[in-house]
T-cell receptor, first 115, second 112 residues
Framework: NAGVMQNPRHLVRRRGQEARLRCSPMKGHSHVYWYRQLPEEGLKFMVYLQKENIIDESGMPKERFSAEFPKEGPSILRIQQVVRGDSAAYFC?????????????FGPGTRLLVL | DAKTTQPTSMDCAEGRAANLPCNHSTISGNEYVYWYRQIHSQGPQYIIHGLKNNETNEMASLIITEDRKSSTLILPHATLRDTAVYYCIVRVGGSGNTPLVFGKGTRLSVIA
């Protein structure tokens, strides 16, 4: 059973460009979370999605950031007009549909570097 | 903000048991204790979780005090590959998925 997959693993963008980060959840998981880890800091929750729905986006910056989890295909975290402060590791986690205490399993992350 | 308090760092000799403490004095009755670890530059790895009973799996044991205000993660025979930051997290269970709130964790260094 493949784990959570993220691509690309490393992404370099210049200021003002767009960054698209992809996350494929574990097989059978319909819930996806995105977390961000700034250099030398802890992980911070960004957004929680189910298929075609955003459940909780309380951790998302108000501008330039968006996320989706379409019916088909991976979840996408999109950052428009990137700035240097967006340089960070972005981790995706997935869990099955809620039916008790669901464990989240993390992918290897995408390391975004904004030049 | 994280609802847990952990020591900033700990050392452990290779082959010995590593005991990582966590205080969660404001834990609610429906909150579980989760442990994750993050080895350098990798994604967080789930270790174990529990509600009030002690738990054991192939990776570790989790000991939760009777009043549930603190817990200890035990790695029975630490190896160099266990060097990582260990996060203790409390999270509501049984009411659907909720985000994990990570604190600063404990940086465990296993020494040869």
């Amino acid at each position: 059973n493949a784990g959570v997959m993220q691509n690309p693993r490393h992404l370099v963008r210049r200021r003002g460009q767009e960054a698209r980060l992809r996350c494929s959840p574990m097989k059978g998981h319909s819930h996806v979370y995105w977390y961000r880890q700034l250099p030398e800091e802890g992980l911070k929750f960004m957004v929680y999605l189910q298929k075609e729905n955003i459940i909780d986006e309380s951790g998302m910056p108000k501008e330039r950031f968006s996320a989706e989890f379409p019916k088909e295909g991976p979840s996408i975290l999109r950052i428009q007009q990137v700035v240097r402060g967006d340089s960070a590791a972005y981790f995706c986690a997935s869990s099955p549909a809620p039916d008790g205490v669901e464990t989240q399993y993390f992918g290897p992350g995408t390391r975004l570097l904004v030049l | 903000d994280a609802k847990t308090t952990q020591p900033t760092s700990m050392d452990c000799a290779e082959g010995r048991a590593a005991n990582l403490p966590c205080n969660h004095s404001t834990i609610s009755g429906n909150e579980y204790v989760y442990w994750y670890r993050q080895i350098h530059s990798q994604g967080p790895q789930y270790i174990i979780h529990g509600l009030k009973n002690n738990e054991t799996n192939e990776m570790a044991s989790l000991i939760i005090t009777e009043d549930r205000k603190s817990s200890t993660l035990i790695l029975p025979h630490a190896t160099l590959r266990d060097t990582a930051v260990y996060y203790c997290i409390v999270r509501v269970g049984g009411s659907g998925n909720t985000p994990l709130v990570f604190g600063k964790g404990t940086r465990l260094s296993v020494i040869a």
